[in-house]
């Protein structure tokens, strides 16, 4: 399948609003030792906006994330929040963070780390004490605030570790794996959770491998890999803009073949309805059939219509099929590893 | 704020661990058998004395058993300021639980210091009670009074804060494992330097007194030890102990030099400090 994808961040991603990039980096590099594991990242995330930070295991993200909260330095490059560099402690007190592993001090009570990140987080006492009930009432821990996070199943560590992360009432949140330990009604919750605070105008910064669920959530998406971004840009622009087309035929045959392949890539060939070893089936034939074609867009599809009725097959359906994320993730990390 | 927010925190977790429950009560067991023991030895003194008058009787043993249960004081103190401190840094960020904290507007010096400020703390008062206790147990026991008790205590003190702030240097570049080697192995190397001191010094040997003044400067929690241990020394057992050349080991004979009390202060400042310049600079 060709697919005809950009390796390069759009400059109209890279700035892609007027307003104070909520999440900046510019040529960012992280090298440990020999190993270069940021290789000259550039992204923005716009103030407001669920953005999907994916990739797979290896190419970056967790270290992107750590520079970001000012746990790791960068080797080179820039990275700022709120226009301020990552370490300042004014743009820190903006932001909230779930970190991947969402290990916590778990001799305290969920209400108990609320109160001490709060504390942190430059809150007053009567803040943390009225925001307590509400956020752990929030992510699903009502009636178990004043239980020791040592007590707590992993899904409802991780439940803590969202409260204190949106505790302190922050502009931008990292999720680092959010729904990693949740079931599917905790995950749904979680989803429910960000839209929620995109509602409220937060922006969120998720990183996860659960590509339905960004897809689900999020309005764009960044994919790295081996440090680099490789594509970026609104979700729904990467999905619309990749599509394919599938022709459903009585037969197909290698003319037909040769007659759609100047029309569009042919992805795949499914034969339908014909038993192997079939007297009736010709060599070379089948009856009923799919064929996939790889399309940049719909535009094609009258076309495509023509070349199939004018050789005297019958067309019985055409059906255009949106690429998933998972696709066009998996596309285009086996493009890099070409 | 923030540095105390951490101390407080810091000590929430000692209390929830239930390390100051247990320090009290092994503490009150130790204190329970000290005065046992010193009740018993010194109720029969008459066989033990000899020729001593009971004033010198009372010396003796008051500057014996006083400066034994202060050193095995100072030991538990060394102890617990290693085991404090050991993980109190590298532990957390072993198990990622620092990283949302430091995520927080928060200098990571100011996590540093907090910690120290909380177990310094937590030392102090445990030397503090304890070596008061001691003492006090020493004085109702058999009438000793301790020449110095306040200079002793403040000392011992500063000696296990000395450990304390080694151990959570090494917290900051180390693993835990291997900060706890480290530092278990300075400390028995400042002890052992003490004795070569000690014995270079009866021997007059330059060369051991050398080396144990370089293991001093090294880590010189056993040399601030010998200067505590001095001013709970009667005059009347330095009299003999000088006269006779011979003492009790592992303890000073003579005042600690300001020098040593001057690096002793200056110490944990500067290791201190450059626990949080190596901890801010590194990737966590």
Redesign the interface.
């Given at each position: 399948m060709s697919l005809n994808l950009s390796a390069e961040p759009q400059a109209a991603d890279v700035v892609a609003h007027t307003a104070i990039p909520a999440i900046e980096t510019v040529g960012l590099r992280k090298v440990y030792g020999r190993t270069a594991v940021l290789h000259d990242l550039t992204l923005a995330v716009a103030p407001g906006e669920v953005f999907g930070f994916l990739g797979p295991n290896g190419a970056g993200k967790t270290t992107t994330v750590?520079i970001l909260?000012?746990?790791?330095?960068p080797t080179g490059g820039e990275a700022r929040i709120f226009g301020q560099p990552t370490g300042d402690?004014?743009a820190?007190?903006r932001?909230g963070?779930?970190?991947e592993?969402?290990?916590?001090?778990d001799?305290?009570t969920g209400a108990?780390l609320l109160d001490?990140?709060g504390?942190?987080?430059?809150l007053s006492a009567q803040e943390r004490r009225a925001r307590i009930p509400d956020v752990i009432r929030r992510v699903g821990l009502a009636g178990r605030g004043d239980a020791r996070i040592r007590t707590y199943s992993k899904g409802m560590t991780q439940r803590i570790?969202l409260a204190?992360?949106i505790f302190h009432s922050p502009d931008l949140v990292l999720l680092d794996e959010p729904t990693s330990a949740l079931d599917p009604v905790g995950r749904r919750e979680v989803r429910d959770l960000i839209r929620s605070l995109r509602d409220d105008g937060i922006t969120v910064f998720l990183n996860s491998h659960l590509l339905s669920e960004v897809e689900m959530v999020c309005d764009r998406v960044a994919i790295i890999d081996r440090g680099r971004v490789v594509r970026s840009g609104p979700l729904g622009e990467l999905l619309s803009g990749v599509s394919e087309l599938r022709v459903m035929v009585d037969r197909v045959d290698d003319e037909l073949l040769s007659a759609l392949s100047h029309v569009a890539d042919v992805a795949a060939v499914e034969e339908i309805g014909s038993e192997p070893g079939s007297a009736q089936r010709a060599p070379g034939t089948a009856q009923g059939a799919t064929v996939t074609l790889a399309v940049t867009d719909l535009e094609i599809a009258p076309l495509v219509a023509e070349t199939v009725m004018r050789r005297g097959y019958q067309l019985f359906g055409l059906v255009p099929v949106h690429r998933t994320l998972e696709e066009l993730f998996m596309d285009l990390i086996e493009d890099g590893e070409r | 704020m923030?540095t105390l927010?951490i101390a407080r925190?810091t000590i929430?977790?000692a209390i929830?661990?239930r390390l100051i429950l247990a320090g009290a009560v092994l503490s009150l067991a130790f204190l329970g058998l000290f005065a046992l023991g010193f009740g018993l030895i010194y109720h029969n003194d008459s066989e033990l004395s000899g020729p001593l008058s009971d004033t010198q009787a009372q010396a003796m043993f008051g500057t014996v058993m006083s400066v034994l249960g202060l050193y095995a004081i100072n030991f538990l103190a060394g102890f617990l300021a290693l085991f404090l401190s050991v993980g109190a840094i590298s532990s957390e960020i072993e198990?990622?639980?620092l990283?949302?904290?430091?995520?927080?507007?928060?200098?990571r010096a100011e996590f540093v210091v907090g910690r120290w400020l909380a177990y310094a703390g937590l030392i102090g008062v445990y030397v503090g009670l304890m070596a008061g206790s001691l003492l006090l147990a020493a004085r109702l026991i058999s009438g000793y009074a301790t020449p110095d008790p306040v200079r002793a205590t403040l000392l011992m003190m500063l000696a296990a804060i000395v450990l304390l702030t080694v151990s959570l240097f090494g917290s900051t570049v180390m693993s835990t494992l291997a900060n706890g080697v480290v530092v278990f192995s300075l400390f028995g190397l400042a002890w052992l330097a003490g004795i070569i001191e000690l014995i270079g010094g009866a021997l007059s040997n330059e060369a051991m007194l050398n080396i144990g003044t370089a293991v001093s400067l090294l880590i010189p929690s056993d040399a601030i030890w010998r200067g505590a241990s001095f001013y709970v020394l009667s005059p009347l057992y330095l009299a003999g102990a000088s006269a006779s050349h011979e003492g009790i080991p592992f303890v000073g004979h003579s005042p600690p030099a300001t020098a040593m009390v001057v690096w002793g202060l200056l110490y944990p400042l500067v290791v201190l400090g450059v626990a949080t310049v190596t901890f801010s600079?590194r990737?966590?």
């Open positions: 750590k909260m000012g746990l790791v330095r402690r004014e820190r007190r932001v963070y779930l970190p592993n969402f290990r916590f001090h001799w305290m108990k001490f990140h504390r942190l987080a430059g570790g204190q992360a | 923030n927010t925190f929430q977790e929830s661990r198990s990622g639980a990283h949302a904290v430091l995520a927080r507007p928060l200098r600079r990737d966590l």
